[in-house]
């Protein structure tokens, strides 16, 4: 469904994605485990057909995502930013109107795809509030159904519970396992491992841009060759180390 | 989404934001409204003269210490001369609105740089008119302010000339002819001939009979239009139209930091929609703007605007492409917030005073290099194309506008392709 080969980019000197290669297939979750400044936003760009700084080939159903001016493409994904990237002095329906309508939906399309959005982000009871008055969770939750109003094949999610509160993070739990159960492919960026083990059935773990091992739990166990029934956690921990991560 | 629907769905998006932040609004369109109107009245109040010419006036302190009444009389004269304003102030209700300084208070206070201009009425004014001798008047005076001082002599031998009937050059003459030489009799028929004539005099001293005039203006401007209050008004509006559309378009910066670019960037749209789209909001918001301006101008000023409203509103289409173009190159460019607000202060104050938006440079004799960093900016080629059509009472098809339109749209362009190569490199190379 989607091949990376290759992948490379780089920032002046610094690579920030050092050769990536993997693949993923339809309708699974898939999820890229990695300390802060890993490279895994870096990754999602590339995926997304973001910027042209990038070497190697990205193919998604067969199709490169690049040159960008396949838009075709483009509307087989949607991306939810780490960033809350929704307009402040606009209601959650407004936001989710005007991003529908840029995705392509049309007029009586986007009806039903706000009404879904909003019931996606819990908040029927606050469609016609400006975002500026949402609390952090709530704007996480909108940030998340603003990238899936156009309902695209392939979601990539860029650490889409960063600071929210428990009840909001449960409700985009269950929003995405919901939407891993119609079939859609998830690509999920975090550096939890409780959320990559328990929405993710692979996983890359990637550190300082390159990948160190990828598979299922279990398989990710043996590429460490740690005993059988170790946690991700300490399977993470030996792969990428103990020092602290500041960037 | 294809190119041009995107743009627009982005523009209305950009209006929206921008009509919800009603600081930002009152911001944009107050300051801009009260500058027109301080700029508008002080040029009207430093031209005078219906705002015909900048600072046609030479103001003047008197010293009378005749206290005569042939010496106030003097005094009222210069009062109503145009070309002065005297001081102290006389007030509506007959009394000054100052102590009068003495002769000697009045000197000091030239040579301490308070006062640039003094006429003494000296001891003996009375008897020198009553016998037809050279009065004892002095004009202490700041030798830098050179074009005060011809002003105020002209007024002053004008009210002299008045308060005696002409007899002060009469005997001007005698004594210059006595002392050349001249027979008496030739001079006392000079006397007899002139006394009759002083409406010659008066005459002579316009420069009547030596010069022809002839009035011309063109015929289609508006009679109550000030030339330095059109210009106030069009180059107000031009600065505060930069200014205020350079923060319209920064807004794209605003969107790098903040992320939702990243998301626009990743949807199926070609990105230049984002570029076009910020254009066209930008240009929505400064045609609001530069409407709003002139309607003041109109309304405090009658800077004529309902003469030719196609040329108006070709002329704002212009200069609004142009400065949303220069905001969207500034926004492109910039890494940063700070950076975009820095330098295009810079470079607006900077094209603002050298572009006539303050101040009508066209009418000094700039040097050659001046002359051309002049045409250099946007500016200037939107003040004089407003200029053209206020004051020269052209239209579309005249040249001088054609050229403003011309340069501006030529400018649009360019800073536009340039725009579209940063954003390219600054937006879309590093997501
Ligand atoms: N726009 C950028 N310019 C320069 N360096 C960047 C930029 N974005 C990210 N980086 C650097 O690239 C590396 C990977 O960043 P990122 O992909 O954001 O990591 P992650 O999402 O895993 O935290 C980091 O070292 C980060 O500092
Ligand atoms: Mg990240």
Same mark, same amino acid.
């Given at each position: 469904m989607i091949q990376a080969k +290759?992948?490379?980019?780089?920032?002046?000197?610094?690579?920030?994605?050092?050769?990536?290669?993997f693949t993923i297939e339809q309708g699974?979750?898939?999820?890229?485990?990695?300390?802060?400044?890993?490279?895994?936003?870096?990754?999602?760009?590339?995926l997304?057909g973001?910027?042209?700084?990038?070497?190697?080939t990205i193919e998604v159903q067969g199709k490169a995502v690049r040159p960008?001016?396949e838009?075709a493409v483009r509307r087989s994904f949607?991306?939810?930013?780490?960033?809350?990237?929704?307009?402040?002095?606009?209601?959650?329906?407004?936001?989710?109107?005007?991003?529908?309508?840029?995705?392509?939906?049309?007029?009586?399309?986007?009806?039903?795809?706000?009404?879904?959005?909003?019931?996606?982000?819990?908040?029927?009871?606050?469609?016609?509030? $400006?975002?500026?008055?949402?609390?952090?969770?709530?704007?996480?939750?909108?940030?998340?159904?603003?990238?899936?109003?156009?309902?695209?094949p392939v979601?990539?999610?860029?650490?889409?519970?960063?600071?929210?509160?428990?009840?909001?993070?449960?409700?985009?739990?269950?929003?995405?396992?919901?939407?891993?159960?119609?079939?859609?492919t998830?690509?999920?960026?975090?550096?939890?491992?409780?959320?990559?083990?328990?929405?993710?059935?692979?996983?890359?773990?990637?550190?300082?841009?390159?990948?160190?091992?990828?598979?299922?739990?279990?398989?990710?166990?043996?590429?460490?060759?740690?005993?059988?029934?170790?946690?991700?956690?300490?399977?993470?921990?030996?792969?990428?180390?103990?020092?602290?991560?500041?960037? | 989404?294809?190119?041009?629907?995107?743009?627009?769905?982005?523009?209305?998006?950009?209006?929206?934001?921008?009509?919800?932040?009603?600081?930002?609004?009152?911001?944009?369109?107050?300051?801009?409204?009260?500058?027109?109107?301080?700029?508008?009245?002080?040029?009207?109040?430093?031209?005078?003269?219906?705002?015909?010419?900048?600072?046609? +006036?030479?103001?003047?302190?008197?010293?009378?210490?005749?206290?005569?009444?042939?010496?106030?009389?003097?005094?009222?004269?210069?009062?109503?001369?145009?070309?002065?304003?005297?001081?102290?102030?006389?007030?509506?209700?007959?009394?000054?609105?100052?102590?009068?300084?003495?002769?000697?208070?009045?000197?000091?206070?030239?040579?301490?740089?308070?006062?640039?201009?003094?006429?003494?009425?000296?001891?003996?004014?009375?008897?020198?008119?009553?016998?037809?001798?050279?009065?004892?008047?002095?004009?202490?005076?700041?030798?830098? $302010?050179?074009?005060?001082?011809?002003?105020?002599?002209?007024?002053?031998?004008?009210?002299?000339?008045?308060?005696?009937?002409?007899?002060?050059?009469?005997?001007?003459?005698?004594?210059?002819?006595?002392?050349?030489?001249?027979?008496?009799?030739?001079?006392?028929?000079?006397?007899?001939?002139?006394?009759?004539?002083?409406?010659?005099?008066?005459?002579?001293?316009?420069?009547?009979?030596?010069?022809?005039?002839?009035?011309?203006?063109?015929?289609?401007?508006?009679?109550?239009?000030?030339?330095?209050?059109?210009?106030?008004?069009?180059?107000?509006?031009?600065?505060?139209?930069?200014?205020?559309?350079?923060?319209?378009?920064?807004?794209?910066?605003?969107?790098?930091?903040?992320?939702?670019?990243?998301?626009?960037?990743?949807?199926?749209?070609?990105?230049?929609?984002?570029?076009?789209?910020?254009?066209?909001?930008?240009?929505?918001?400064?045609?609001?703007?530069?409407?709003?301006?002139?309607?003041?101008?109109?309304?405090?000023?009658?800077?004529?605007?309902?003469?030719?409203?196609?040329?108006?509103?070709?002329?704002?289409?212009?200069?609004?492409?142009?400065?949303?173009?220069?905001?969207?190159?500034?926004?492109?460019?910039?890494?940063?917030?700070?950076?975009?607000?820095?330098?295009?202060? *810079?470079?607006?104050?900077?094209?603002?005073?050298?572009?006539?938006?303050?101040?009508?440079?066209?009418? *000094?004799?700039?040097?050659?290099?001046?002359?051309?960093?002049?045409?250099?900016?946007?500016?200037?080629?939107?003040?004089?194309?407003?200029?053209?059509?206020?004051?020269?009472?052209?239209?579309?098809?005249?040249?001088?506008?054609?050229?403003?339109?011309?340069?501006?749209?030529?400018?649009? *362009?360019?800073?536009?392709?340039?725009?579209?190569?940063?954003?390219?490199?600054?937006?879309?190379?590093?997501?």
């Open positions: +290759q992948l490379c980019l780089s920032y002046g000197e610094r690579l920030a994605v050092d050769h990536l290669e699974e979750c898939f999820g890229l485990l990695g300390p802060n400044g890993a490279g895994k936003s870096s990754t999602l760009a590339c997304s973001l910027g042209d700084g990038w070497t190697g960008a001016k838009l949607g991306l939810v930013p780490q960033d809350l990237a929704v307009y402040e002095g606009m209601t959650a329906r407004e936001n989710l109107a005007f991003f529908g309508e840029l995705a392509g939906l049309n007029a009586g399309e986007r009806g039903t795809a706000i009404d879904r959005g909003l019931a996606l982000a819990g908040l029927e009871d606050r469609a016609d509030d $400006r975002v500026d008055q949402f609390s952090g969770g709530m704007k996480r939750r909108l940030n998340l159904a603003v990238g899936d109003v156009h309902q695209p979601l990539f999610l860029d650490e889409p519970t960063v600071g929210v509160d428990p009840q909001s993070r449960n409700h985009i739990f269950e929003t995405l396992e919901s939407l891993a159960s119609e079939g859609r998830l690509v999920y960026t975090t550096h939890y491992m409780e959320e990559a083990e328990r929405l993710c059935q692979r996983i890359l773990i990637m550190n300082e841009g390159k990948s160190l091992g990828c598979g299922t739990h279990e398989e990710l166990t043996a590429q460490a060759e740690l005993p059988s029934g170790s946690t991700l956690e300490d399977v993470f921990l030996h792969m990428t180390g103990r020092s602290l991560r500041d960037g | 989404m294809n190119f041009f629907p995107a743009a627009v769905a982005l523009a209305r998006k950009d209006l929206r934001l921008f009509f919800r932040d009603r600081t930002g609004m009152l911001l944009g369109f107050l300051l801009p409204i009260s500058l027109v109107t301080i700029f508008g009245y002080l040029m009207g109040l430093m031209s005078g003269d219906g705002g015909s010419s900048p600072m046609a +006036q030479a103001s003047i302190w008197v010293a009378d210490e005749d206290q005569s009444e042939s010496s106030q009389a003097f005094v009222a004269l210069l009062r109503e001369s145009p070309m002065l304003r005297v001081r102290p102030r006389l007030l509506e209700d007959g009394t000054l609105q100052d102590e009068p300084y003495d002769a000697a208070t009045l000197r000091q206070r030239v040579i301490d740089g308070d006062t640039d201009l003094a006429l003494i009425v000296g001891n003996g004014f009375a008897d020198a008119i009553a016998h037809s001798e050279l009065a004892p008047l002095t004009l202490v005076r700041d030798p830098g $302010r050179q074009m005060e001082s011809q002003l105020a002599r002209i007024g002053v031998v004008q009210a002299l000339g008045e308060l005696t009937e002409g007899r002060v050059f009469t005997s001007m003459m005698a004594k210059q002819m006595r002392d050349a030489g001249t027979p008496e009799v030739m001079i006392q028929g000079m006397e007899q001939v002139s006394q009759d004539q002083y409406q010659m005099f008066q005459g002579v001293m316009q420069g009547e009979g030596l010069v022809a005039t002839e009035d011309h203006a063109p015929p289609e401007r508006d009679e109550d239009v000030s030339y330095a209050q059109a210009q106030a008004v069009g180059g107000i509006a031009v600065m505060m139209v930069l200014f205020g559309l350079t923060a319209a378009a920064t807004t794209l910066l605003r969107e790098r930091d903040e992320g939702t670019m990243r998301r626009l960037l990743s949807l199926p749209m070609p990105p230049g929609s984002i570029l076009l789209g910020k254009a066209l909001s930008t240009m929505v918001v400064g045609m609001i703007q530069i409407m709003l301006l002139f309607a003041v101008g109109e309304v405090l000023f009658g800077i004529g605007i309902w003469r030719d409203p196609l040329t108006l509103f070709v002329l704002m289409l212009s200069t609004v492409a142009a400065a949303s173009a220069f905001g969207l190159l500034i926004a492109s460019w910039a890494k940063t917030p700070k950076q975009a607000e820095g330098m295009s202060t *810079l470079i607006i104050l900077v094209m603002s005073c050298l572009g006539g938006s303050w101040f009508p440079l066209q009418m *000094l004799d700039l040097p050659a290099a001046i002359e051309v960093a002049m045409r250099m900016t946007i500016n200037h080629w939107s003040v004089s194309g407003f200029q053209d059509l206020f004051w020269k009472a052209q239209s579309l098809g005249d040249s001088g506008i054609q050229a403003s339109v011309g340069v501006l749209w030529l400018f649009a *362009l360019l800073a536009s392709l340039l725009a579209h190569r940063l954003f390219r490199r600054n937006y879309l190379g590093r997501a």
